[in-house]
């Protein structure tokens, strides 16, 4: 059992970061503060826009329109490396909340 413990806080400190930046700019998409509106009565900050687009584009955001095309498969295996952490996470959470219970 200590040996779960202790690989539930490994990989659930190596994905924390992680899912904390997916947490904060997929609240941030839901409520559209990644776009500008048309009227011009609302630009996002510059920061918030280039985080949103790592979020649902998968790369940073060049700074000007010469850059060469992204390469996007290290993100997108970091991105599955996260999907597997969390899920490893959950399912080593739920074997410890069934083993160290009572009831």
């Known amino acids: 059992m200590k040996t779960i413990r202790l690989w539930h806080t490994y990989v659930a400190c190596a994905f ?13 998409q839901t409520w559209n503060l990644h776009k500008g509106r ?3 009565s ?20 060049p700074s000007d329109a010469m850059a060469p ?20 996470t959950v399912a080593l959470g739920v074997v410890m909340a069934y083993r160290f219970t009572t009831n």
């Open 16 to 28: 924390a970061p992680l899912t904390v930046f997916f947490l904060i700019s997929g609240a941030v």
């Open 69 to 88: 095309k992204p390469i996007r498969w290290p993100f997108r295996i970091v991105s599955t490396l996260l999907a597997v952490g969390m899920l490893n």
């Open 38 to 40: 048309k009227d011009n």
């Open 42 to 61: 609302y630009t996002p900050p510059a920061i918030v826009a280039k985080l949103c687009e790592i979020h649902t584009d998968q790369h940073w955001p």
